[in-house]
């Protein structure tokens, strides 16, 4: 996959994953559960259950839909960047061909990374 492509993706993949889920915001309650203006969204169990109700509800549907729109803004970047690249060099680019010290492929780099995490094995 390009990194147009995988961005892409995982934006794709967060909208569907938000689409039956209540509308935030979510709050982490304390009795390890994280809840949301209509009740009760999911429970942790185990050691530190409040910390991670807290870091759950970080993610409700309306952060989800906002990273989603920042990942396909990073997609139309990079492809833009793509093709420029490849019209300069004539092959398209692999991510050891981003400089890792301009702003603009830094960020696409940190959004590759975020992407990545989203996709899980799905790349």
Not at 27 to 43: C, I, K, N
Request: proline share 6%.
């Amino acid at each position: 996959m390009t990194p147009a492509e995988t961005l892409t993706a995982a934006a794709e993949k967060l909208r569907a994953a938000a689409q039956d889920v209540p509308a935030g915001p979510w709050w982490g309650d304390d009795l390890d559960e994280v809840q949301s203006p209509t009740g009760q969204v999911a429970r942790t169990v185990g050691a530190a259950a409040y910390p991670k109700s807290r870091c759950i509800a970080l993610m409700h549907p309306g952060v989800g839909a906002t990273l989603a729109e920042l990942l396909e803004a990073i997609a139309q970047c990079a492809d833009l960047s793509a093709r420029f690249f490849m019209a300069a060099n004539g092959y398209a680019p692999t991510e050891e061909d981003y400089d890792r010290e301009e702003d603009h492929d830094r960020t696409v780099l940190a959004a590759l990374a975020v992407a990545r995490n989203l996709l899980g094995g799905d790349q």
